[in-house]
Nanobody, 128 residues
Framework: QVQLVESGGGLVQAGGSLRLSCEAS????????MGWFRQAPGKEREFVAA????????FHADSVKGRFTISRDNAKNTVYLQMNSLKPEDTAAYYC?????????????????????WGQGTQVTVSS
């Protein structure tokens, strides 16, 4: 079955960096656009970043633009989220998601409802 397994979360001081990874199995990774979302306590899950299945196109939420970078390695079935200049408001559970898109190489997706599969999440806590 399809599995998305996130890793790389943890506790970091404000201004620090983390790199999240999400390894996919049970699917043909190169056919899937990927995304990162996050959910802070008491808040709804929100979009963070997305990447097309080939990696040619990316999109980042305004709140993380210039600080976070999404990338992927199709040979490793893995999508990454490099997070720099972290702020306390970045504290949340971070989830990766996969959206089947074999027919379109350049598409990326920002809405939760568009994604087919989700990981279990990894916690990121940024202390002030």
């Amino acid at each position: 079955q399809v599995q998305l397994v996130e890793s790389g979360g943890g506790l970091v001081q404000a201004g620090g960096s983390l790199r999240l990874s999400c390894e996919a199995s049970g699917l043909t990774f190169r056919w899937y656009a990927m995304g990162w979302f996050r959910q802070a306590p008491g808040k709804e899950r929100e979009f963070v970043a997305a990447i097309s299945r080939t990696g040619s196109n990316t999109f980042h939420a305004d709140s993380v633009k210039g600080r976070f970078t999404i990338s992927r390695d199709n040979a490793k079935n893995t999508v990454y989220l490099q997070m720099n200049s972290l702020k306390p408001e970045d504290t949340a559970a971070y989830y990766c998601a996969a959206k089947y898109n074999a027919g379109g190489s350049g598409g990326y997706y920002t809405r939760e409802s568009e994604y087919n599969y989700w990981g279990q999440g990894t916690q990121v806590t940024v202390s002030s």
